[in-house]
């Protein structure tokens, strides 16, 4: 479409409510947050160089209650971005193209439980 | 007989910079389809509303529209089933508009032309028809009902960020020939949606299968299609 035609076609009326399109946008939204999350990573564990007292230090402030409820909305993002991810290689696999959306709730209750687990871990350090 | 406001969205490039929506009281009666709402508006209020139609009875797809939130045909939408008193019609989204509800289908088309979708015959044409079994007959179900409304095209968003995107019509007929057992193209038809314009850019969200009016699974379709050009490169399958 051109430029003219992108601002009379009727494109605020066309976000579909669909299931598949949200799960495709949380897909999205989480793989950037992890490849985001992989440069701070290696950043973090690249300040070893100066030292294991300095690194240690560093670590320490991962106690931080915030710190550790980022780290819980990590654990959220990889489970969220790995399950899903399983769901669309079955649907590449022919598996499931029909009931993409009781596969997609499956999923999401094995990551809901699997998260319940790190959050029972990780909310004493948050409150 | 009940009153029912028709919302429609309306659009003259010759004379409005930007679309607006205008109403439209209409006395609906019995089984009135949409598709008939509009007639109605036509010919006894404006007679400059443009829209798309041809059949009425839900087969040929030139009345494909986005009506209160749906992917719809406006024929085959009974206005009194809807059970509201206020009926949006819009235009299909995120496709360049002509006037009004007309789209241009210019683009949608091309592509459609670009998979070949014909039955290609290598072999001499035998003298009597080509027979099928039922068993191969079963599976030109699904995709031989498409009616090319366009529905699918206009709710992809793998479309809407692409638009040397095949796109999903295009694919389930691509699918359709593919996988007809009288279809003797080979590889033939393969460069046309083995790439990244072609099934590789679906990237399974399924809209397509939710917007179908005729209620169609292009999803399926273009999953085939990807394992079958597994199967054809990596393990010399013929399909």
């Given at each position: 479409?051109?430029?003219?035609?992108?601002?009379?076609?009727?494109?605020?009326?066309?976000?579909?409510?669909?299931?598949?399109?949200?799960?495709?946008?949380?897909?999205?939204?989480?793989?950037?947050?992890?490849?985001?999350?992989?440069?701070?990573?290696?950043?973090?564990?690249?300040?070893?160089?100066?030292?294991?007292?300095?690194?240690?230090?560093?670590?320490?402030?991962?106690?931080?209650?915030?710190?550790?409820?980022?780290?819980?909305?990590?654990?959220?993002?990889?489970?969220?971005?790995?399950?899903?991810?399983?769901?669309?290689?079955?649907m590449d696999l022919g598996v499931g193209i029909r009931q993409h959306k009781t596969v997609f709730w499956a999923v999401m209750v094995v990551a809901a439980a699997t998260l319940a687990v790190f959050a029972w871990q990780a909310l004493p350090s948050i409150f | 007989m009940s009153d029912i406001t028709f919302h429609v969205k309306r659009f003259d490039p010759a004379v409005d910079k930007a679309p607006y929506y205008q109403d439209f009281v209409v006395p609906v009666e019995g089984s009135m389809t949409v598709l008939e709402a509009l007639f109605d508006i036509q010919e006894k209020q404006d007679g400059s509303l443009a829209f798309r139609y041809c059949c009425r009875s839900s087969i040929c797809g030139s009345c494909a529209m986005y009506i209160n939130g749906r992917y719809r045909l406006a024929c085959q939408t009974n206005v009194a089933h809807m059970g509201v008193p206020r009926v949006t019609v819009e235009p299909l989204p995120h496709v360049p508009l002509v006037r009004d509800l007309v789209w241009d289908m210019e683009d949608f088309f091309v592509k459609y032309e670009a998979i070949k979708p014909w039955l290609i015959r290598n072999s001499a044409l035998p003298d009597t028809e080509i027979t099928q079994s039922p068993a191969e007959r079963l599976k030109l179900n699904m995709p031989i009902d498409c009616i090319l409304c366009a529905a699918c095209y206009s709710s992809c968003p793998s479309v809407w960020t692409e638009e040397n995107y095949l796109g999903p019509a295009a694919l389930l007929k691509a699918y359709r020939f593919e996988v007809d057992s009288r279809d003797e193209a080979g590889r033939e038809r393969m460069p046309s949606w083995d790439n990244e314009r072609g099934v590789y850019r679906c990237h399974t969200i399924a809209n397509c299968s939710e917007a179908c009016p005729k209620e169609l699974n292009p999803t399926e379709g273009i999953q085939w299609l990807k394992g079958s050009a597994v199967r054809r490169r990596l393990l010399g399958r013929k399909k």
């Open positions: 479409m051109s430029a003219k035609d992108r601002e009379t076609a009727n494109v605020g009326s066309g976000l579909w409510k669909g299931l598949g399109m949200w799960a495709w946008l949380l897909f999205r939204i989480s793989g950037l947050i992890l490849v985001g999350y992989l440069f701070v990573h290696v950043w973090v564990i690249s300040q070893g160089r100066a030292g294991v007292d300095e690194l240690n230090d560093l670590f320490d402030l991962f106690h931080h209650p915030v710190l550790v409820f980022f780290e819980l909305m990590l654990v959220a993002a990889v489970l969220y971005h790995a399950l899903n991810g399983v769901r669309i290689v079955l | -």
